[in-house]
């Protein structure tokens, strides 16, 4: 979209990261390329990351083909319906699904070590993790192109955890080289993974101490530019009460990895508008006062980007159990893929979405199936 000025804006993807919940990312990103909406950067953690690789790693008329490859490969040792779909059989097939994937691996991404992990010697990779990820290094070698990734076709942020300093870095296309352990290294979710070493440090999952990459794109430079973020969340930090243990531990892991990214959105909505109201001010002000400390410290604050923020978040169904993060199932993979996509498919069929202009107030949130969540209410 350009405004009367042929202002264009930039299309930037943000991936939640998440597990197999993942699928609905794909999805998702297949609707995007259904309606031409083509991503100029894409950030991701996690789950998120891996996916980001595959679409920046490959040409646009191939990427939903290397998503879907992904994903029916990581989802191929459980290709059996549930015998029923009424919600104490879906929990009960989710459960034992979960229960085979913790105990066997999944294909193509990771695998029980052996000799388990209390075997290896301490301080050796082998002790840190309790899954060897070795296969997930070989997919991405097959599904993604990291020349392509490279070469600045399409920008990618990946983030992960310094294990020695608890500290969030980005690994970004436009100054790193991504490779194989940049993307390993976002989703090393301990103590499942190990963490993966890159120039001699060590790094952990990027979700320990943010699971969504919307607060890095936010800050993505100087000057901003407009940009419309198609924001995919995985968890949501709304949720009801819990009833069970069970529910208890699928609350926690809701409120832990959502980062609440609507309030986020909410915070940043506020400084972006204050940000624009300095920029419009500049014409107003005196010169004595536009020569003052006070004001040049302002007007390196401000700017005129204006921002649109796609919100959707990954809707659990009522027979959802704490394990659906590593529920690996086919079923429930294209289950969460359907999910993913008819949800782009709604919000681009909402007239706020069709008929929407450049924000004139900083920031613009369209979170358009929010209707659908029964946790919204």
Not at 3 to 24: C, F, H, M, P, W
Not at 121 to 148: N, W
Not at 325 to 336: C, I
Request: glycine share 8%; with cysteine; proline share 7%.
């Amino acid at each position: 979209m350009a405004d009367s000025n042929g202002r264009r804006e930039k299309t930037v993807i943000v991936l939640q990261g998440g597990g197999a919940l993942g699928a609905y990312q794909a999805g998702a990103y297949e609707a995007l390329a259904a309606a031409g909406e083509m991503p100029e950067w894409i950030a991701g953690i996690s789950i998120g990351a891996i996916n980001s690789a595959i679409i920046a790693g490959n040409p646009p008329e191939r990427r939903v083909e290397r998503l879907r490859e992904f994903w029916e490969r990581v989802s191929s040792g459980l290709t059996v319906p549930p015998i029923a779909t009424d919600t104490a059989s879906r929990k009960l097939f989710n459960e034992t699904s979960a229960a085979i994937v913790a105990s066997t691996g999944t294909p193509g991404f990771f695998k029980p070590r052996f000799p388990p992990a209390v075997f290896m010697a301490p301080g050796s990779p082998g002790a840190i993790g309790i899954y060897d990820t070795s296969p997930l290094r070989s997919t991405l070698l097959e599904l993604v192109d990291f020349d392509l990734v490279n070469s600045g076709a399409v920008r990618l942020s990946v983030g992960a955890v310094e294990v020695a300093t608890g500290n969030l870095k980005y690994f970004d296309s436009t100054r790193d080289t991504i490779m194989p352990e940049h993307i390993m290294a976002s989703g090393a979710l301990p103590p499942g993974f190990p963490p993966v070493e890159i120039d001699d440090i060590f790094y952990w999952d990027g979700g320990l101490v943010s699971n969504t990459p919307l607060q890095y794109v936010l800050d993505g430079g100087t000057p901003r530019a407009d940009m419309c973020i198609f924001q995919f969340d995985l968890f949501s930090a709304k949720g009801p009460i819990p009833q069970t243990l069970f529910d208890v531990s699928q609350r926690e892991k809701d409120i832990r990895f959502s980062s609440r990214t609507r309030l986020n959105t909410d915070v940043f909505r506020d400084l972006q508008t204050a940000r624009r109201a300095i920029r419009r001010l500049e014409a107003k002000l005196p010169d004595d006062v536009k020569a003052s400390l006070d004001w040049k410290s302002l007007q390196a604050m401000s700017c005129d980007a204006a921002i649109t923020i796609v919100h959707l978040i990954h809707r659990r169904a009522a027979y959802a159990t704490q394990s659906n993060d590593y529920e690996f199932s086919r079923y429930t993979v294209d289950e969460h893929w359907r999910d993913g996509k008819d949800d782009v498919e709604r919000t681009f069929r909402n007239p706020a979405w069709k008929n929407r202009v450049r924000p004139t107030e900083g920031v613009a949130v369209l979170d358009l199936t929010k209707e659908l969540d029964p946790r919204s209410s």
